[in-house]
């Protein structure tokens, strides 16, 4: 089993910026995808932004240039730097794992933009 934790959330007002981090425990396959989904109310989750073990990433493209995602692998932590939130960035965000073709999700952190 993996647990994930999140914690950074929060609230920020317009073109404010956040750190959200996500600690990994468990037992944690070393070839794995950590990442960073989002909803909001009343649509589904999607994804935001990941980042692979070797540490390749990707992108939605509503966030490209405003939000950076990296990890320490030796703490099994992964971080999404958000610059310059907008209030369309409001949402719940939720850490991913992705390991051995099974999915483990954190309980999620909210992240509200309003002035």
């Known amino acids: 089993q993996v647990q994930l934790v999140e914690s950074g959330g929060g609230l920020v007002q317009p073109g404010g910026s956040l750190r959200l981090s996500c600690a990994a425990s468990?037992?944690?396959?070393?070839?794995?995808?950590m990442g960073w989904y989002r909803q909001a109310p009343g649509k589904e989750r999607e994804l935001v932004a990941h980042?692979?073990?070797?540490?390749?990433?990707y992108y939605k493209d509503s966030v490209k240039g405003r939000f950076t995602v990296s990890r320490d692998n030796a703490k099994n932590t992964v971080y999404v730097q958000v610059n310059n939130l907008k209030p369309e960035d409001t949402a719940i965000y939720y850490c991913?794992?992705?390991?051995?073709?099974?999915?483990?999700w954190g309980q999620g952190t909210q992240v509200t933009v309003s002035s």
């Open positions: 991913n794992l992705v390991g051995r073709g099974v999915v483990y």
């Open positions: 468990g037992s944690i396959n070393s070839i794995n995808v």
């Open positions: 980042i692979t073990s070797l540490g390749t990433t």
